[in-house]
C-alpha cells in the first residue's frame, strides 16, 4: 500500500471537510431554529467568495501588501454575506414564518435561483482565477508534496470557528437564546427571548462562516464562477444531514466523513463520480438513519 | 358482556422518559369508557399507541371485533388499526383544511372502497356506482352529526364546534366498531358540550359503535361513561364506574394536589 | 397621501440595497488583464428600483394582511372576473371554441418557428401538469423530475439507435421505463419527512445526468445521441414541415389525453387521497389511507408523464444531451406549477404558457428569464401561495335523500 498517497487523500478529505463544516454550519444552524432547507446558503457562499474575488482585485491595483489584502478581503466578504444572509431572511423567510413548509421551501428555492443569476448577470459566466493568498510557510516545505500551507490555513480557520461558535452557543446571552429557541420557539417568546433577533443572528452567524469558507476554498482551488455554491451547498448539506440536522458538533463531524469519503472515493475509485458518491451517500443515510449520526430522532407531536 | 378492545402492560418510552407504564385497558361491546387524569399524564400517547402512530416499547393491543377473529394489532400501521375499525380523532383537529365538508368525510370511506387508477380514468360502471355510494354514505354520515348545512364549506372555514364534530363525522365514516375520541368538547360551550353528550350516546345507541373517550369535562364524562379509568404519569391509578372515582382519594388526591389530606 | 415616514423606509431600503449590491453591481473585475470596470449608473438603477420595489412590497403585504383578515372573519374571498366569466356554461363552451380554433389553424396560419416554440410550451404543459400532481396534489417536493423527463428521452434515443424500435413503440415505453424508476426511487426515498424528500429527488436527478454525461458506452456522453427518427405517420416520409406540424397535432392530442386524465384523477378516490395526504399526513393515515402506496402513485403516475414527454422531446429535437436535463429544468417546471396554481389544472396550463412564450417573444426579457422565475417564486410564496388560479373544490349538491351530483 502506497502509504503516502494514503495520507494525501486523508488530509485533502481533512480539508474538504472543514471546508464543508464551514458551510454546513449555516444549514445545520438555520434548520435548527426554524427547520428550513436554506438553499440559498449555497449562493451566499458564493457571494462571499465573489466579493472577496473583487476586493482582492481592487486592492491590489491600489498595490497594498499581501497580509493586508487578505485580511480586508475577509472581512468584507465576511461582512458583504451576513448582509445577504440577513436581507434574504427578511424577504423570502420571515413572511412565510407561519405558512406550510412546502411554501417557505419552495421560496427558499426562487431565492437561490435568484441570487445566482443575479451574480451570472451583473458578474460574468466565465470562470475567474482566484489569487492564492496565503503564502507558503517555510516550514511547511518538506510535506508541501502532500499537504499545502493553504490546507493548513483552512483547518486552522475552520477549528477555530468551530471553538469560537461552541463557546458562542455556550455562554453567550444570545446563543443561550438560540437554543432555547431552538427547543421551543412558542415558549422562548413567552419567556421574553425576541425570536426574531434570534432568527436575524444565526442567519448572519451562519453566513459569516460559509464567506469564510468561500474565499479559503476558493484560495485554494484557485478560481470561482457563480456555480460554485450550487454544489457546495448540496454536498455542505449532505454533511449536515449526515452528522444529524440540527446538531453543530454533527455538522462538523458530517462534513469530515464526507470529505474523507469523497476523498478516498475519487482517490481510489473514480474521479468522474465525484458528485455522485455525496448524493449516494445522502440516500443511504437518509433511508437508514435519517437522524443522522449525531442527531436524535424526534417524534412528532400529534 | 364481551370486550372488544383489551390492552395489556403497555409501556412506552421517550428516551429515557417513561410516558406510560405497564398500563391495561379494556373496552367492552357497547360501553362508553372515559379515560381522564390530570395534563401530561399519557393519555393521547396511549391513544397514539393504540392506533399505531407510536410504536410502543412493550405491551399488547388486542382487538376482537363483534363476530370477528381476534388480532393483535400492536405493531400496525395507522391505516391497518383504522382498517380493523378502530378510529379516532384528534385533541388539536386535524382536518383536511383545503377539502370541503363532505370531502373530509368521503376520505374516512376511503378504506371501504376499492376503485383504483385504471377505475378513476375510465370512469367504468363499477367506479362511477362506488364512487356514489360514497358520496351518499358521506352525506348520511353527515346527516347524523348535523352537519348537512356546511356540505360543500372548506373545513378550515367552520365554526369550532362544528369542526370537532367533523372530526367525529369523518372518524366514523370508516366504518369503526370502537371510536376513541380525543377530547371531543375541548373548546366548546355548555349548550355545544350537552349536545356533543346527546351525539355520543347516538352513536353508541343507534350505530353500534362503542366508545374510549378521554376528556377534561368531568360533567361530561360523569354523565356519559359506563366505566372510567384514571391515568397519572403514566399508571393507571384507578378504574371503576363514576360514583367509585368520584369518591375515590388516590383521584382526588391526583388532581387537586399532595396535600389534601394534610 | 405619500406618508413621510413611508418614504424614510422606502429610502432607507433603497440605500441598504445600493449598499448590499455595490460590490457586485457596481464593480466588474477581469483579474487576468487586471482591468476593473466602475459601473456607477448601476448605482442609480438599484436605488431607484428598490425603492419603488420596497413600496410595492410593503403594499401588497399590508393587501395581503387585509385578506387574511377578511377570509378569517369570514367574508367570502372576491371571485376573480375571469373565474366568474368562465363559470357561465355559455361564455366557456365560447371561449372553449375559440381556442380549439385557434388551436387547428396556428399551424397553417404562423410559421413553422412558432409551430416549434408551440410545441415546446406544450411539452412544458405536459411535463407541469405532471409536476402537479405530485407538487400540487399530493404535496411532494420533488425537484429531481427532469431525471424522468431524461429517462423517457432517453429511452427513445437508445432503443431506437439499437433495436430501431419506432416513436409509437417508445411512447408508452418510454412512460412505463419512467414510472419503474419513480417506483424504485420512491420505494426509499417516500418515508422521508418533506424537506429531504426535496434535497434527495434534486440528487437524484443530478446522479442521472451524471451518469449519462459519464458512462460513454451507455449514453454516448457529453455529445449525446443524433439522428434520432421524428415520429413516422404510417410508415410515410414527411417533409421538414409537415413532420412539424404533425408533431404539433400530436402534441395538442396528448395534451388533451394529459388534461383529461389529470382531471379524472384529481376528482376521484385516488386524488382525494393525494389531497388529503397534502394537508395532513398523519390525520390521513388515521383515517385509514395507505401512504406509502399513496404517495408511490402519485410519484409514478407524475413521472410517466414526464417519461412520455421526454420521448416527444426526443423526437421533436432529433438530438438530446445530458446538458438538456439539468436541475434548473426541474426547477422551471416547478415554478410553472407554483405560478399557475398548485392543484390546478388551467393555472398550470396558463403558467406553462406565460413562462414559456413569454421568453421568447419578448426577447430582451429572455436574458433574464432565469431572474425573473426566482423572483416569482419567492413572490409567489409571500403574497399569492395558491398562485394566479387557485383550485376550486369540487361541490355537490343534494336534494334530500337522493345524491345527484352536479359539477
Redesign the interface.
Known sequence: MDWEYFFELLLGGLTRGSIYALIALGYTMVYGII???NFAHGEIYM?GA??G???I??LS?LGLNQIAIIFIAAM?AVI?ST??GY?VEK??YK??RN?????????A???????????L????SDF????NLIPEFEFMEPYSHIFSSNELVIILVTAMVMILLTLLIKFTKIGKAMRATAQDKEMAMLVGVDVNRVISATFIIGSATAALGGILIASHIGQINYFIG?IAG?KA??AA?LGGIGSIPGAVLGSLVLGWTESFATGYISS??E??F???F??LI??FR?AGILG?TD??K? | MKSILEVKNMTMDFGGLRALDHLDLDVAEGEIVALIGPNGAGKTTFFNCITGIYAPTQGDVLLMPPGKKQTRINGFKPNHVTERGLARTFQNIRLFANMTVLENVMIGRHCRSSSGILGAVFRNRKTVSEEQKVVKDSYTILEKIGLTAYVNEFAKNLPYGAQRRLEIARAMATDPFLLLLDEPAAGMNVRETEELDELIVKIRDEEQISILLIEHDMKLVMSLSDRIFVMDYGKKIAQGAPVEIQNNPVVIKAYLGEDIDA | MIKFSEIKKSLFISIWFVFLTFPIMVIRVNPIEKVIEWRWHNIMLVGIGSFIISYIWRYLLKRKELGDQKAKSGEEAKISMIREALSNPRVFKMAMFGVGILAVIFPFVFSIYQTNIMITALIYVMLGLGLNIVVGLAGLLDLGYVAFYAVGAYSYALLNFHYGIGFWTALPIGGALAACFGIILGFPVLRLRGDYLAIVTLGFGEIIRIILENWNEFSFGPSGIANIPRPGFFGIELSLNNSITYIYFLMIGLTLLTIFVVKRLQDSRIGRAWIALREDEIACQAMGIDKTKTKLTAFALGATWAGMAGVIFAAKTTFINPASFTVWESIIILCIVVLGGMGSVVGVITGAFILMLLPEYLRAFSEYRMLIFGAILVTMMVFRPGGMISTVRRTYQFKDETAERKR
Do not use: C, K
Not at chain 1, 99 to 107: C, D, T, V
Not at chain 1, 121 to 124: D, G, I, N, S
Not at chain 1, 128 to 131: A, C, D, Q, R
Open positions: 427547520q428550513l432547507i457571494i465573489f466579493t474575488l473583487i476586493v482585485s481592487v491595483l468584507v458583504y448582509a445577504y436581507t424577504i423570502a413572511p412565510l405558512a406550510p413548509r412546502l411554501s417557505a421551501l419552495i421560496s428555492i426562487g431565492m437561490s435561483l435568484f441570487l445566482y443569476n443575479y451574480v448577470l451583473a458578474q460574468t475567474l482565477p482566484f489569487p450550487f448540496i448539506f449532505v444531514v468522474d463520480y458528485d455522485v455525496a448524493f449516494i445522502l440516500v437518509l433511508i435519517p436524535r417524534t412528532e400529534v
